[in-house]
């Protein structure tokens, strides 16, 4: 139970950062899907699977915590070290400088991955019956 409270707890911070940031980032011009859009969707997603995870705990759970979480790290950091130009409908979303928030979605994104993997692994192990290799 606790492996389940602590990275629903990471998502949750994950949610609340980006629901936070969001206001601050609507402006996009036509076509162009805005960077809050993104982050209330990425807020959206956390507090979903959060919840889901904190109710089931169950392998798909985790899983979809690791894609969230890992995803959500992933971006951070690509978007904080290398300058990508605006795609498709997607902006330029290229932020060089670390500050709080930011900060402590980072570590919430990168605890998180941490967290749902050991519970996915963990879910594994225990579903395997004893005596036989799987």
């Known amino acids: 139970m606790v492996l389940r409270i602590l990275t629903a707890v ?10 936070l940031l969001a206001p601050g980032h609507q402006d996009a011009p036509p076509g162009v899907i805005s960077q809050g859009t993104l982050f209330l969707l990425e807020a959206a997603a956390a507090l979903i699977v959060g919840v ?7 392998r798909a759970s985790y899983a979809a915590a690791l894609v969230v979480a890992f995803t959500a790290f992933a971006a951070v950091m690509l978007y904080r070290y290398v300058d990508i130009p605006a795609f498709g409908p997607f ?5 060089p400088v670390w500050f709080f928030s ?4 980072a570590v919430a994104e990168a605890a998180g991955s941490l967290l749902a993997l050991a519970g ?9 019956a004893p005596g036989r290799d799987t």
């Open 120 to 128: 996915l692994v963990r879910n594994s192990q225990s579903r395997r």
């Open 52 to 58: 889901w995870v904190l109710v089931r705990g169950s």
């Open 91 to 95: 902006p330029a979303m290229y932020d």
């Open 102 to 105: 930011k900060s402590l979605s």
């Open 10 to 19: 990471a998502l949750f911070i994950d949610a609340g950062v980006h629901l």
